[in-house]
């Protein structure tokens, strides 16, 4: 089973940034292959290697990173790595979020960082139940006790009370460990519509799956964040670092994802041929990539509105304070030009 933080999210002040190494800068390393010279780019997920980061570890597979001019290091997260920090730092030059609400707390934090795409137009995050128990729905939840981890309480969880009437006396803690929900059919658990639900289903249990986004909570996730600095300084940089990572996910669902899943693979030798097929299976069964505006606009689109809704529906919640910049936490410039739309099969 992978284990998925997407919906962490880091808190991280201006103080912390400045102590830690002040704005990020775009990398200036360069080697010469083919003649052409390669900008170096260091680009930290936000979980170890899994299907989830196939597009990336497909582009850099499959050499579409370097046909957009980039020499590109996937740094691979994990439970003990915090590559907000790293990026505020200038220790990589982008990083995968986990939603909007990442950009959303720079800006309140008057910390120097932006998100640039967003790929998933769904979140993952999922309520899992054991079938047959009246746990169909997220309104028959209500009152009843759920696994929940710590970031699940600043995200998703202000929605759940908001729109249902869910309040912090049901949270029990959830340490990413199935134990409990083996042992009682009661169990009423967080997880990832790629993961859990498959570890669950190994054991004989064809769980309820309820996925968040399709009951009105509606962040993006897998979002790309970099620097202001880099923005403004480099767009050009970015720009072929989002068209070559778009170029790499529609490879992965519509080639053969395997040079891909080759490095998954070696960077998380954990990680199995089954998990991976069945996460690229609802990946594509679900529209994670492509729905909403991916749809017209090509895989990590967004738009002004959907960001103002997560926003407004946020603060209605009390998920997060009123009063933010919105045009602080994300720019349009790079991303909802079709690219790549042409090799979809």
């Known amino acids: 089973m992978t284990k998925s933080i997407l ?3 880091h808190s991280l002040t201006r103080r912390n940034f400045i102590a830690a190494a002040g704005a990020a800068t775009a990398a200036m390393g360069t080697r010469s292959v083919w003649g052409r010279s390669l900008d170096k780019v260091k680009f930290g997920t936000n979980w170890k ?6 597009g990336f570890y497909q582009a850099l597979a499959t050499g579409i990173y370097r046909k957009h001019g980039l020499d590109v290091t996937i740094r691979m997260g994990g439970p003990q790595v915090n590559h907000s920090q790293l990026l505020a730092a200038g220790a990589i030059d982008f990083s995968l979020g986990q939603s909007n609400l990442s950009a959303l707390n720079y800006v309140k934090n008057d910390v120097p ?8 137009q ?3 995050r999922v309520l899992i139940a054991h079938p047959g128990q009246g746990n169909d729905t997220l309104a028959a939840l209500k009152g009843k006790p759920i696994l929940v981890a710590d970031s699940g309480r600043i995200t998703y969880w202000a929605y759940l009370k908001a729109k249902y009437g869910y309040t912090d006396s049901q949270i029990r803690p959830y340490t990413f460990n199935l134990a409990p ?3 009682n059919k009661s169990t009423i658990q967080q997880g990832y519509l790629t993961s859990e639900p498959y570890a669950i ?4 249990i064809k ?3 309820l996925l968040l986004s399709a009951f009105g909570y509606t962040s993006y996730a897998s979002t790309v964040e970099t620097s202001v600095k880099l923005v403004r300084e480099n767009p050009d940089l970015v720009q072929r670092l989002i068209d070559a990572s778009i170029e790499g996910w529609y490879s992965y669902l519509y080639d053969d994802p395997e040079p891909g899943n080759k490095l998954i693979k070696k960077d998380n030798p954990d990680m199995t041929d089954g998990q991976i097929a069945y996460s690229i299976s609802k990946l594509k069964e679900y529209g994670i990539l492509e729905s909403g505006d991916a749809l017209k606009y090509g895989i990590g689109a967004m738009s002004d509105a959907r960001w103002k809704q997560f926003y407004d529906m946020m603060v209605k919640t ?3 304070e009123s009063g933010i910049d919105l045009s602080k936490a994300y720019t349009l410039k790079f991303v909802n030009k079709r690219v790549g739309m042409n090799m979809r099969k």
Request: charge should be neutral.
């Open 7 to 9: 919906g962490k999210t």
């Open 49 to 54: 290697a899994q299907a989830e980061h196939g």
């Open 113 to 120: 960082l932006m998100c640039v795409s967003a790929f998933f």
């Open 122 to 124: 769904k979140d993952l």
């Open 181 to 183: 929900f083996f042992v």
């Open 201 to 204: 289903e190994q054991k004989g």
């Open 207 to 209: 769980p309820v799956v």
């Open 318 to 320: 009390g998920g997060i």
